[in-house]
């Protein structure tokens, strides 16, 4: 163990036995992340958590009383933060989570484990709701092959049909939240956006890895399907 540049203590993993490279470097930069060890102290599934906060904090999107659908949900940071926020955690507001792998239970918030971009996901999170919903977030990300241009595909896709879904159960007023990759196809992306919402913007929270190409495009302002 030693200090890095700031003076904080450092974990070193050493490799060997059947862990891989790519292992290795992702539990050191684990063991060495300060949102890691923060949302153990506070309780929270992920580190994710803190990224809607900020997002949360500065632009005003999830208020008591709201209805939110939670995409690629597991295991849990999100739904977390958005049920203490819009009150569902007391009854006021409404918090579904969905995702395919299972989901330990959070007060305050109704899983399906289920598949998004199933055909009767839409109906059936409708139901779930009571009705449509005013926020549709999504810190999903697609499962990465390595290859640039691949990847890139999948993660532009996987948004892509988050918008789609978002589309069919937002409110008129609505907001869309959701995890994106800096490429080539962000112009597109946010000109679809601009047409079904009045305000597109990319953030990216300081809990981001600042090495990383993830931001967040955040669409207020839905005006309902035309």
């Known amino acids: 163990m030693a200090k890095d540049k700031t003076g904080r203590m450092h974990v070193t993993v050493k490799t060997g036995g059947k862990r891989k490279l790519s292992s290795k470097l992702w539990l050191e930069r684990q063991l060495n992340d300060p949102y890691v060890a923060q949302a153990k102290r506070d309780g929270y599934r992920s580190r994710a958590a803190y990224k809607l ?20 949900a597991a295991p849990g940071g999100w739904s977390q933060i958005a049920a203490r926020r819009v009150g569902a955690v007391d009854g006021k507001g409404r918090v579904v989570a969905i995702d395919l792998l299972e989901m330990p239970e959070i007060p ?11 055909d009767s996901a839409p109906v059936k999170l409708r139901e779930m709701l009571g009705g449509n919903a005013d926020v549709v977030m999504s810190d999903m990300a697609a499962n990465t092959t390595g290859h640039r241009t691949t990847d890139q595909l999948r993660i532009q896709g996987l948004v892509e049909s988050a918008v789609d879904f978002a ?4 409110k008129p007023g609505g907001a869309f939240v959701a995890k994106v990759f800096q490429s080539g196809a962000d112009a597109a992306l946010q000109a679809q956006l601009k047409r079904d919402f009045a305000t597109v913007k990319h953030v990216k929270p300081a809990s981001s890895r600042q090495d990383s190409s993830e931001r967040y495009v955040l669409a207020m302002g839905f005006r309902g399907q035309r």
Do not use: C, N
């Open 53 to 72: 906060i900020e997002i949360d904090d500065k632009h005003r999107i999830l208020k008591q009383g709201m209805a939110v659908i939670d995409l690629g």
């Open 108 to 118: 305050g918030v109704t899983f399906a484990q289920l598949d998004f971009l199933d």
């Open 167 to 170: 589309r069919e159960v937002l």
